[in-house]
């Protein structure tokens, strides 16, 4: 018994360090959680794009649930989800609230014009300072707000095809958005 | 061999570089932040040094480049000349982008193995040492002598 002692001291180690690896294996480690979930919105009252002199406010957007996508004209990975998300907004299954980070209008309103406008309606952030309570640190990001204006789910990066099938549809059946 | 090696070595560092990061970041304004006084710099150096960049991962939110460091680096500031305490600042931050912005992890259930494992494992090490310092202790002495007598 006393002979096996240091490799069964091994074989946990290993038990151990192997299951670490295997928790994390996958995983996005760049992204962090958001502690929203589950909480109401941070209160905002933005200026939408491309309609100056009107701005909507969290409370306005309470009632439905919506898609809250950040993105920007400088973001080269927003150009990867975009058939994603105009695709799930012309389904017309849930609101598509766009989220313009840190952007200038007018770069903005160019880059929906070529590459085709995936959005019900945009807020624009253009210092970043909502983008704070938000948890917003880098473009995209997406989250999932119910009609009671709680913050469901939250994905940092593209959204894919398997993001949406493996991630967004769960949620989307909670929080009443009709299925396909 | 060494050549073989160094093959594989640069294989790998393509590797780490061809991953493409999932999040972008916006052209940002890169004015340095001005200070009042002095001790309004050494304070806020001392507490951005303590948070982490929550884009960058290995940095402190003081040693970033990255445009969010920036953002939160005035709202730090911002935070500091509106009154707030270190610690008011932090748990701002952490509401936002959870414990992931303290280097120094709080001490909570979560992290009570963290914290104390070590201490555990010290005392494991402890108990295992003095057994076997005892258990020799015991055996040992009484044997010694007799055959020294033996030899002379």
Known sequence: MKRWLPLVVFLALAALLLAGVLMNSGK?????????????????????????????????LRGKPYLLNVWGSWCVNCRDEHP?????????????????????PEEAQRWLQSFGNPYDVVIADEEGRVALDFGIYGAPESYLVDAQGLIRWKHVGPIT???????????????????? | MRRWLLALCLCFATL???APPPVSQPLGDARPL????????????????QLRCVMCQNQSLADSNALIAQDLRREVLGLMRAGKSDEQIKQFLVERYTDF??????????????????????AAGAFVVTS????????APPTAPENESQEW
């Open chain 1, 84 to 104: 994603q998300i105009l695709a799930l907004q012309k389904s017309g299954r849930i609101h598509v609230v766009g989220y313009n980070y840190k952007d200038s």
């Open chain 1, 28 to 60: 996005d480690t760049s992204a962090i959680a958001s502690p929203l979930i589950g909480k109401p919105v941070p209160a905002f009252t933005l200026p939408v794009l491309g309609e100056p002199g009107r701005s909507i406010s969290h409370e306005q």
């Open chain 2, 101 to 122: 912005v303290l280097y120094q992890p709080r001490v909570a259930p979560t992290t009570w193995l963290l914290w104390f494992g070590p201490l555990l494992l010290l």
């Open chain 2, 16 to 18: 780490a570089i061809a």
């Open chain 2, 132 to 139: 076997i310092v005892r258990k020799h202790g015991r055996g």
């Open chain 1, 161 to 180: 095809d398997e993001v949406l099938k493996n991630e967004m549809e769960p949620v989307f059946a909670q929080i009443g958005v009709p299925a396909r």
């Open chain 2, 34 to 49: 001005v200070f009042r006084d002095h001790a309004e710099e050494a304070r806020f150096r001392a507490l951005t040094e």
